[in-house]
């Protein structure tokens, strides 16, 4: 399969910045506008997060991003709408981050089709577990569309077998939990990249917790890039729609950070 998420992971020094935000958080000109913002100082994909009322995986920083989204009327299709108007002016790579619930109620081939036809490269589910992907891997796959693996602390004696299926890019769980903003990482990602580089030459990048410039350089160092989301929701939250120089400001310090990794 060839989309964009490749050229996400060809970049000049081969260490990738992903960051993360809710659509429609404070609203949809907000989002395409930060999006664009965020591109501009230098990250290489932008995983974009679907509102859906029960965020299993998330934090409260973002479970609230969600509740004012949906809070704000926004909508999958809403979401597909930022995406269009995205698309009119970038080609950055995209991915959507969301849950089993509203792809169902979608309908997985119609969801997929809007994904191919809108130019959205790739698929992130965290509430699918590895052993059953393969209903939403068929659509997805006839659509162009990467549903991205997650590997975590607790995959263990799976982390090969998951690897090994992966396509896209792997999403390494730093740490135990849900999303958000940690002080220390403890677990030991080096010996989870050196599990997986056994099997598979897929890029990994690590995300959960990520939040400074040293510790996106630390993460970046043992693996291909880093995943940033809580920590750009907060900024969203308390500057709003105003929020684009700061996240300039911000994304621009991480992307720096894991280019010097």
Known sequence: MTNKISKAFETENKKTFIGFLTAGDPDADSTVKFILEMERAGADLIEIGIPFSDPT??????QEANIRALG???TTDG??????????????????????????????????AKCEELGVDAIIIPDVPFEEKEELLEPATAHNVHVISMISPTSE???????????????VVSSMGVTGVRSEINTDLPAMVESIRKVTDVPCAIGFGISTPKQAKKMAAVSDG????????????QYGSEAAPKLYEYVKSMKDAVKEA
């Open 79 to 112: 979401v597909f709408e930022i995406v269009r108007r995205v698309r009119e002016v970038s080609q950055i790579p995209l991915a959507f981050m969301t849950y089993v619930n509203p792809v169902f109620h979608y309908g997985y081939d119609r969801f997929f």
């Open 57 to 62: 995986a998330e934090g409260v920083v973002i």
């Open 72 to 74: 704000n009327g926004m």
């Open 226 to 237: 880093a995943i940033v989301g809580s920590a750009i929701v907060k900024i969203i939250a």
């Open 157 to 171: 004696s799976r982390i090969q077998a998951i690897a090994s299926k992966a396509t896209g890019f792997i999403y």
